[in-house]
């Protein structure tokens, strides 16, 4: 079975600019969530999707948002990118629920000069 | 504010020794609990989870959940240099009515010494 999958794998923006993420998850699974990973504040949980609806959202500036789609597909957005910004987008997909084992992609490294 | 809280390391053993990693959690409710290794550079990998009370082995690996110290460990026996990663603890967290989300902590770093 195919794991999750994540495109783009690496970014460069420039601040100010907007970025989509995009994530696939595993065959069959609905639930996906999407995390930020930085050195300082490790994995936080933005946001998870279930059946095209959010779900659940951690607490992020509106700049960050999301879609899924009826293929399970998501997208995460983030617009007028801060410096801040910088960091590991992760997502995970698991079958149902994030009390699930969720399974994580290999990630999309973003960078805002 | 739902924690979850690990010593961030780095935890240093010799090989074939046995590694101890713990975590402790805030939310009473939590229901689920996983261990998850990230090598540098790389995305988590899950190793464990665990519901119920008590110890549930894997392998060379032991997951351990006491939910009235609201305590989960991981045991890594006979370590390997291939083990040198860092692990993180996840713990389901409420996060809202009938919401959960799941809550990382922040990592121990593990270094098996050959």
């Known amino acids: 079975k195919a794991g999750v999958t994540q495109t783009p794998r690496y970014l460069i923006k420039t601040r100010g600019q907007q970025v989509t993420l995009s994530c696939s998850p595993i065959s069959g699974h609905r639930s996906v969530s999407w995390y930020q990973q930085t050195p300082g504040q490790g994995l936080q949980f933005l946001f998870e999707?279930?059946?095209?609806?959010?779900?659940n959202k951690g607490n992020f500036p509106g700049r960050f948002s999301g879609r899924q789609f009826s293929n399970s597909r998501s997208e995460m957005n983030v617009s007028t990118l801060e410096l801040g910004d910088s960091a590991l987008y992760l997502c995970?997909?698991?079958?149902?629920?994030?009390?699930?084992?969720?399974?994580f992609g290999p990630g999309t490294r973003l960078t805002v000069l | 504010q739902k924690e979850v809280e690990q010593n961030s390391g780095p935890l240093s053993v010799p090989e074939g020794a046995i590694a101890s990693l713990n975590c402790t959690y805030s939310d009473r409710g939590s229901q689920s609990f996983f261990w998850y290794r990230q090598y540098s550079g790389k995305s988590p990998e899950l190793i464990m989870f665990i519901y119920s009370n008590g110890d549930k082995e894997d392998g060379r690996f032991t997951a351990q959940l006491n939910k009235a110290s609201q305590y989960v460990s991981l045991l890594i026996r006979d370590s390997q240099p291939s083990d040198s990663a860092t692990y993180l603890c996840?713990?389901?967290?409420?996060?809202?009515?009938?919401?959960?989300?799941?809550?990382f902590g922040k990592g121990t770093k593990l270094s098996v010494i050959p």
């Open positions: 996840a713990v389901n967290e409420r996060s809202g009515a009938g919401s959960y989300q799941l809550t």
């Open positions: 995970a997909s698991s079958l149902l629920a994030v009390y699930n084992e969720q399974f």
């Open positions: 999707y279930f059946s095209e609806t959010q779900r």
